[in-house]
């Protein structure tokens, strides 16, 4: 659910041992904070809708492919 405050970031979907990562295309690279395991979207290029935090994380309400 998308709220006011929730932006698009697009970028490659990476996966690594502690969890999601999202490499951007303006080079930005945020860690993902998830509420569903993005299995199918590893690896491809996605947008995310959400929010950022601490200028590393990127709380996600929704993935779909870019």
Do not use: H, S, W
């Not at 932006?7 to 490499?23: K, N």
């Not at 299995?39 to 590393?56: F, I, L, P, S």
């Amino acid at each position: 659910m998308d709220n006011g405050n929730d932006r698009q970031y697009a970028g490659l979907l990476q996966r690594d041992a502690a969890g999601f990562l999202l490499q951007c295309d303006n080079g930005a690279r945020y860690r993902l904070e998830l509420l569903r395991v993005p299995v199918d979207e590893v690896e491809k290029r996605v947008v995310v809708t959400g929010q950022v935090r601490d200028d590393a994380v990127l709380e996600a309400d929704g993935i779909r492919l870019a």
